[in-house]
């Protein structure tokens, strides 16, 4: 008797629970980004986490990070997010690169999840006290993080040592260059140059993408919109120095606020979406009208 009150005050409990949230979704703008982002928060940490076992059986394989990706470019749908890639042919072949991409939100994870499967042997680089933040720490050394500690001669040391696995395993170390998260801005921040430095380092190019600005974030509402993604051809190392660097800079913030604005300007059909498809290993934009 005693189980069945509780089991009945339980239903009863999850039941008004469940209103109120509908409540908050329909009516409530805020109440909406509320709900928006702690999802999207506990999805993130939980398709991170749970994989674990799984990825214990190959340690240190950026595939581990496979099964999050896909969890979060689904997870978008619920969000109301439209995902859009493009520019898939000027992926650099045969050799690694570092990947740099501009930085708005927490919601670049959906950027870099999809990313992941179309840029093969992919890396990120974080600061050592993420690997402390567990079990997220340790998904994120599973599936090859490289941790480094900032402002201490030690980065300098993770810098040569991630130049020499980008030039032994042809990976892709993707990278914020702004530093700092940029949201509702219309101008990217100053590129910081550390990117550039391992550039030159592993003596690969430089490959930027550029996302378009989250319009669809702003004033505490998480509104339906595309997020689209560009990659952009190639900007070549070879034969730099670190006297070029400034020039990199120059080049790289020329070709990623150019597109940024346009992807951000251009106008986008409310009737239709962007699925990605794989095809040989790779992902193409489709179009879907209703």
């Given at each position: ?6 089991s009945?005050?339980f ?5 008004a ?9 329909t009516?409530?703008d ?12 506990t999805?993130s940490?939980?398709?991170a ?19 999050p ?14 995902l ?8 650099v072949q ?8 501009n ?7 959906i ?5 992941w499967p179309?840029?093969?042997?992919c890396?990120?680089i974080?600061?050592?006290?993420v690997?402390?933040?567990q079990?997220f720490g ?11 500690e900032?402002?201490?001669k030690?980065a300098l040391d993770?810098?040569?040592k ?6 032994q395993?042809k990976a892709?170390v993707?990278?914020?260059p702004e530093g700092?998260r940029?949201?509702?801005k ?5 590129l ?5 430095h ?6 690969v ?6 996302v378009c600005r989250?319009?669809f974030?702003?004033n505490?509402r998480?509104e ?13 190392t ?23 604005d ?15 498809t794989?095809k040989n290993?790779h992902f ?5 009208s209703?």
């Open positions: 008797m005693q189980f069945c009150s509780l009945m005050g239903i009863a409990w999850s039941l629970i469940v209103a109120f949230l509908t409540l908050l979704w009516f409530s805020a109440g909406k980004c509320l709900i928006k982002w702690v999802l999207f928060i999805i940490i939980g398709v986490t749970l994989p674990i076992p799984i990825m214990l059986l190959r340690p240190r394989d950026p595939k581990n990070a496979l099964i990706a896909a969890a979060l470019r689904a997870c978008s749908t619920f969000l109301g997010l439209t859009s890639v493009e520019g898939v042919e000027n992926i045969n050799t690694g690169c570092v990947v740099l991409i930085h708005q939100s927490m919601l670049d994870l950027v870099l999840a999809c990313l179309i840029m093969d042997n890396t990120v974080s600061k050592k006290e690997f402390y933040v079990p340790l998904a994120s050394w599973l599936w090859g993080t490289i941790f480094i900032r402002g201490s030690n993770a810098v040569n991630t130049g020499e696995i980008i030039r395993r892709r993707l990278m914020f700092t940029n949201l509702g219309n101008k990217l921040l100053p910081k140059k550390g990117a550039f391992l550039a030159l380092a592993s003596k190019p430089i490959q930027p993408v550029a989250y319009k974030l702003k505490l998480f339906s919109g595309t997020l689209k993604i560009k990659i952009l051809p190639i900007i070549p070879e034969g730099c120095t670190k006297d070029d660097i400034p020039k990199l800079m120059e080049d790289t913030y020329r070709v990623l606020s150019e597109n940024v346009a992807l951000s300007d251009s106008g986008v059909k409310e009737n239709g979406y962007s699925n990605g794989e290993g193409k934009t489709v179009q879907i209703n």
